[in-house]
């Protein structure tokens, strides 16, 4: 049978929503059939079920009043086969209590959890608004929407992980957002984990859980799982969310977790956005769904500062003018200085100094004056005066002295090189320029050159420099605030 996309759907409410009922009004109303289980009005303890919202292979789930609080409440009843096993009930409940105490405002809370003429359920937060499966059917999300829609999923997942869980079924119809914009990861269901754990290690699975469409390869062998099985869900998410469809259809369970262990994912379409944005997103999703656990991010605060990077809303990188500028003014400045100080030299030796060549001295000055100016302000005169500022791609911080050495290197090496041909001519006897001409032309034409490239076609705009040494250029921002 075809994997289909309605596996991912909340399930259409039965009935039209009941007139709100407050907690002074405690008699049962009149019982009228909703859907095959639980009936409009029955009560399970101090819940009064009001309408079937959704159904799954985890259970029903109802819309119910909770009495006591008068809120309404979703109630998910569990099924027959699941309260039926004495074992596999008591871990759901002392998990569902240990998910209780997960606060967070990107989780959907549980209240409550109890057991009543043999149906184990569970009263949850009951979110109005849409899923994203709901949301993604009427046509795809902007890039910016999903990437802060999985920003705010992560967060989430980065709560529930620290109590000790791993969802194991992420997926848009559990992704939820409420009537303020709030993203809410619902439906722990399958969560597996040690709440009373201190560090959550993979844990093993006794069964295949989870949907095929988003699921990782590990997960579909049965191996044990971790947060890493999330990320690459929450990839495969993601990728629905901009392109339309998941990553992966087939015709058979098999041939989709096939797809999933070994198949190369499809690129992200570009659908009119700029080659870098799209080269950033692509990036990020194929390693929040690398095949290999190990290859995937190692935590959720490095998934989120990756999130941030290919997000123009969190990180606006610098492109080829503003950078070119930029530069310009630094080795205008620099020549001034060098040119200030060789005068001065001069005067100061009594003119003994021999004919100094200001153009080659420049070169290397800029060198020192970047690695140093990087490490110390995180960015050269000339870019600050365009607020923008060099960062390292992982940390988001100033880059490390390691970092801001390779960075003004290779900087100076590359238009270096464009020199070394030139003035071997020029030693051969071939006058083309004057030498220090020559090493202005060459530093403008190879820099201008491989800023064109990078703002042409590489991700986040990241010059050779920045790739080699792990930095970026961006205009300057406020930190992202990460709850």
């Not at 399970?44 to 259970?59: S, V």
């Not at 009495?67 to 009843?77: G, H, M, Q």
């Not at 339309?244 to 379409?269: C, I, N, W, Y």
């Amino acid at each position: 049978m075809r994997p289909e996309l309605e596996d991912t759907l909340a399930a259409p409410a039965d009935v039209a929503p009941v007139e709100p009922r407050t907690a002074t009004a405690l008699g049962r109303a009149t019982t009228r059939p909703t859907a095959p289980g639980l009936q409009t009005g029955q009560q399970l303890g101090h819940f009064r079920i009001e309408r079937r919202i959704g159904a799954g292979g985890m259970g029903e789930v109802y819309l119910a009043t909770d009495l006591a609080l008068d809120r309404p409440v979703a109630i998910k009843v569990l099924p027959e086969a699941l309260a039926k096993d004495a074992s596999r009930r008591d871990r759901m409940v002392r998990e569902a209590r240990a998910q209780a105490r997960v606060a967070h405002p990107n989780v959907g809370h549980i209240y409550f959890v109890g057991e009543e003429a043999g149906l184990l359920y569970f009263a949850m937060e009951h979110v109005a608004g849409e899923t994203l499966a709901e949301r993604i059917a009427k046509g795809p999300l902007s890039v910016e929407d999903a990437l802060g829609v999985i920003r705010a999923a992560a967060l989430g997942l980065r709560e529930a992980q620290r109590s000790g869980f791993t969802h194991r079924d992420v997926k848009p119809s559990n992704l939820m957002i409420d009537g303020h914009g709030v993203v809410k990861v619902l439906d722990f269901g399958l969560a597996a984990g040690d709440p009373g754990a201190l560090e959550q290690g993979p844990v093993a699975q006794t069964s295949l859980a989870g949907t095929p469409l988003y699921m990782a390869p590990e997960q579909a062998r049965g191996e044990a799982v971790d947060f890493r099985t999330d990320i690459y869900a929450l990839g495969a998410t993601l990728y629905h969310l901009i392109s339309g469809k998941p990553p992966f259809q087939a015709d058979s369970v098999d041939e989709l977790l096939t797809l999933h262990a070994s198949a190369t994912r499809p690129t992200v379409p570009r659908r009119g956005l700029p080659r870098t944005q799209i080269g950033a997103i692509d990036a990020l999703i194929g390693k929040m769904m690398a095949a290999r656990a190990d290859d995937r991010f190692a935590s959720y605060d490095e998934l989120l500062r990756a999130i941030e990077l290919a997000s123009s809303t969190h990180t606006r990188p610098a492109g080829l003018f503003v950078r070119a500028i930029a530069t310009a003014i630094d080795f205008i400045v620099l020549s001034i200085v060098t040119v200030i100080s060789v005068f001065v030299m001069r005067l100061a030796l009594g003119g003994n100094v021999g004919n100094i060549q200001v153009g080659p001295l420049v070169l290397p000055l800029y060198g020192v004056y970047a690695w140093i100016a990087t490490r110390r302000f995180g960015r050269t005169l000339g870019q600050s005066l365009f607020e923008i500022e060099v960062v390292d791609v992982v940390t988001h911080g100033r880059p490390r002295w390691g970092q801001a050495a390779k960075r003004a290197l290779t900087t100076v090496a590359l238009p270096g090189i464009a020199v070394a041909i030139p003035v071997a001519l020029d030693i051969a006897g071939y006058q083309i320029w004057d030498l220090g001409e020559l090493v202005i032309i060459a530093l403008a034409v190879a820099n201008g050159f491989l800023l064109l490239w990078a703002s042409a076609r590489a991700a986040g705009k990241r010059a050779l420099w920045d790739r080699l040494s792990g930095t970026m250029v961006r205009y300057r921002t406020a930190p992202a605030v990460v709850l």
